[in-house]
């Protein structure tokens, strides 16, 4: 199982340049993979996105590669014909304005800056892919590595959990096998309290008592609710990203809680049945982040 955060980064020094690959993720419902290249990279998404196609099932991945040209490159210089015509526009005015009879000359305009520029040919895209592929490869490690460690850890924690549900699920199936004795015993105090004399309708009483019974079984919510952490923890053990599977059951587990506490007139069972909420609540926040 693994969280949805990570973070990795590498840099390699390579013929076309210096690549630095910065990898970072979030929770999120689902994949979104957000890829930032250098202009002259730019081609090159479509690999990238392919490169990370199997390796994320989910979350929000932000990929950013910077490229620094290599001081080998070759550069291939470059006369900035707009500018320079600004700057001989400029200079005339600034000749007559001076009274100046020297002439402008190209001299003049070359030494000017932006005008002459030695600018660096474009990389070879299938070289750069290749050195890219590796230098993501590189980053992907520490960044898997990271979502990796921190998805047993959370793991470990969620299992923790789950035995304090099946804790408190023992608990409020304990006190309703006693439920249904108490409401009688309770019931028949009441009767003799109202009737002046012991004598009662048996047969009525009966009758409520099996009504009361019926209303409050909750047999079935317990029994679904156990198989819910048996599917919980299954999920966990067997599947690679279990992330959404898990806020499904723990939705159904809370469903189940829910009936419960509204099932029971015990005080004790509605007690656990509101601690149960809060540790499904206590998972849920937990499960936000599991790929």
Do not use: W
């Amino acid at each position: 199982m693994n969280s949805m955060t990570g973070f990795g980064r590498a840099e390699a020094d390579t013929a076309v340049g210096r690549f630095t690959v910065e990898i970072s993720g979030v929770n999120n419902r689902f994949l979104e993979l957000s890829v930032r290249l250098p202009r002259p990279l730019a081609s090159l998404e479509p690999k990238v996105r392919e490169q990370f196609a199997g390796t994320v099932g989910r979350g929000k991945v932000v990929v950013m590669v910077n490229l620094v040209a290599s001081e080998a490159a070759p550069e291939t210089p470059q006369v900035n014909i707009p500018v320079a015509k600004a700057y001989y526009r400029q200079l005339q005015k600034l000749r007559k304005e001076l009274n100046l009879t020297e002439p402008i000359t190209l001299q003049d305009l070359l030494v000017l800056p932006e005008v002459a520029v030695a600018e660096r040919s474009e990389p070879d895209l299938k070289a750069a892919g290749q050195l890219l592929e590796q230098t993501i490869a590189k980053a992907l490690k520490p960044f898997l590595g990271m979502r990796s460690r921190e998805g047993k850890a959370m793991a470990k924690d969620m299992r923790k959990q789950i035995k304090t549900l099946g804790v408190l699920m023992r608990k409020i199936e304990s006190r309703t096998k006693n439920a249904v004795a108490h409401y009688r015993n309770k019931l028949t105090e009441r009767i003799e309290e109202l009737l002046a004399s012991p004598k009662r309708d048996s047969l009525r009483m009966e009758e409520e008592i099996a009504i009361f019974a019926e209303r409050t079984d909750i047999n079935e919510e317990c029994i679904r609710f156990r198989s819910h952490l048996d599917q919980f923890e299954e999920a966990m053990k067997t599947e690679a990203a279990p992330g959404r599977r898990l806020n499904f059951i723990l939705q159904e587990m809370n469903r189940e809680a829910n009936t419960i506490g509204s099932k029971c007139n015990d005080f004790d069972i509605s007690s656990l049945a509101i601690s149960l909420k809060q540790e499904i609540e206590k998972l849920r926040e937990q499960v936000q982040n599991v790929e």
